[in-house]
T-cell receptor, first 113, second 112 residues
Framework: DQQVKQNSPSLSVQEGRISILNCDYT??????FLWYKKYPAEGPTFLIS?????DKNEDGRFTVFLNKSAKHLSLHIVPSQPGDSAVYFC????????????FGKGTHLIIQP | EAQVTQNPRYLITVTGKKLTVTCSQN?????MSWYRQDPGLGLRQIYY???????DKGDVPEGYKVSRKEKRNFPLILESPSPNQTSLYFC???????????FGEGSRLTVL
């Protein structure tokens, strides 16, 4: 049973526009959420996180929104740049720990010039 | 430079031939973990370790072993590899078991 779902395998966005990546979760015990970015032939790198006590967290061009009632989070990238082309993984954990960290399948973001 | 180092990066082997993928981190992190990435399945946790001599199973531990004799090293052992263990493997570490993991560059393993 997939507890973290990224239903869009890929997303194409024009450079300069907003990219919105979505993630849904089913386990109501999850209270800490993260986004990772992965380039080909490299390991994932941590991008941004949010605790369940917040509904928004911003870091430069990246903002993560959390809607607990809908069990949904989204990553907004504004403006999108060519270097943002990568696979983005949503992840969730209970208690902020990494031992139960559950990843989604990833969304391949393609930024078109 | 802070890093997680995995070796080998690429390996082709045959069924049943024992192999070890090494992982070393230079950040003095307590927590270390192994993941495998497969097409359409994302990242799945194999084993993790909260500290030296403390290891536990993740979601897909079958066919794998690990050990944590030193803080910096967390090798992944395939005693008798099978073709369904063909995958891309990532080692990761974090300070104090936060979800913010540092990943290695990955080891692509092919079992024939």
């Amino acid at each position: 049973d997939q507890q973290v779902k990224q239903n869009s395998p890929s997303l194409s966005v024009q450079e300069g526009r907003i990219s919105i990546l979505n993630c849904d979760y089913t386990n109501s015990m999850f209270d800490y959420f993260l986004w990772y970015k992965k380039y080909p032939a490299e390991g994932p790198t941590f991008l941004i996180s949010i605790s369940s006590i917040k509904d928004k967290n911003e870091d430069g061009r990246f903002t993560v929104f959390l809607n607990k009632s809908a069990k949904h989070l989204s990553l907004h990238i504004v403006p999108s740049q060519p270097g943002d082309s990568a696979v983005y993984f949503c992840a969730a954990s209970k208690g902020g720990g990494a031992d139960g960290l559950t990843f989604g399948k990833g969304t391949h973001l393609i930024i078109q010039p | 430079e802070a890093q997680v180092t995995q070796n080998p990066r690429y390996l082709i082997t045959v069924t049943g031939k024992k192999l070890t993928v090494t992982c070393s981190q230079n950040m003095n992190h307590e927590y270390m973990s192994w993941y495998r990435q497969d097409p359409g399945l994302g990242l799945r946790q194999i084993y993790y370790s909260m500290n030296v001599e403390v290891t536990d199973k993740g979601d897909v531990p079958e066919g794998y072993k690990v050990s944590r004799k030193e803080k910096r090293n967390f090798p992944l052992i395939l005693e008798s590899p099978s073709p369904n263990q063909t995958s891309l493997y990532f080692c990761a570490s974090s300070q104090g078991n936060t979800g913010e993991l540092f990943f290695g560059e990955g080891s692509r393993l092919t079992v024939l």
